[in-house]
């Protein structure tokens, strides 16, 4: 077989190429960061399997044309029973086995660390301790009435730190999200370049063992 995985290249990062340009609707708003990653997480390798799926018409029809090539000539008889063995439905069927089928690893889109949970904790964590620390240095037995409010203040306070820290780190988590995407994307090509040469070199047995079934060579 002259036809190779590295034939489609293009095609492939044609269509990973449509993908990065379909999540810019939800990538460019900035709004529920959280909501959004929870989003992506399983919407973009759905976009992937999806995309395969088109990828392995691409294969199969080109296949198929250079089985076209290869038979010309032959007797009708060889021919009819080319088409009969219905070799597109083979590969299809092939390619959605258990054991065959594409499985994307991780599943989902892995986050890495959140900075906007990060910087939010540390400011509250800060603010936190800083109160604590007054709290405990009034607290005596005259002053627990002070002692309850300054820790509830302390609270207060803490949580205000960690929405204004959480809120300035928004950009910083957008960017760190789209990386981790663009990271999913580039391991999720290469499994489904290596999924498309399994798909190939299970034709080629197949195309392989009909000819020699055939009394046909393979030129």
């Known amino acids: 077989m002259k036809t190779k995985v590295e034939h489609f290249s293009d095609d492939i990062n044609d269509e990973f190429l ?3 340009q379909n999540l ?32 392995l018409d691409t294969v199969i029809n080109a296949l198929m044309d250079e089985a076209r090539s290869q038979l010309k000539g032959v007797s009708a008889e060889l021919l009819n029973k080319f088409y009969e063995h219905n070799f597109r439905e083979r590969v299809k069927e092939w390619a959605v086995q258990i054991e065959n089928k594409l499985y994307l ?16 904790l540390i400011a509250a964590g800060i603010t936190f301790i800083a109160g604590a620390a007054i709290t405990g240095i009034v607290f005596i037995p005259t002053m627990v009435i002070g002692a309850i409010v300054s ?43 290596d999924w498309l040469s399994k798909v190939i070199l299970s034709y080629e047995n197949e195309f392989n063992s009909f000819c020699s079934n055939n009394g046909w060579e393979v030129q």
């Open 105 to 120: 690893k991780p599943e989902y889109v892995m986050y890495s660390s959140d900075p906007q949970m990060v910087q939010g």
């Open 24 to 55: 810019r609707i939800h990538l460019e708003d900035t709004n529920n960061v959280k909501i959004k990653k929870m989003f992506l997480s399983r919407h973009v390798p759905r976009e992937i399997i999806l995309s395969s799926e088109l990828l």
């Open 18 to 20: 449509k993908i990065k």
């Open 151 to 193: 820790g509830i203040v302390t609270l207060f306070l803490s949580a205000a730190a960690f929405k204004f820290a959480y809120d300035k780190a928004e950009p910083k988590a957008i960017s760190k999200m789209i990386d981790d995407i663009d990271n999913y994307l580039e391991s999720s090509k290469l499994q489904v370049s």
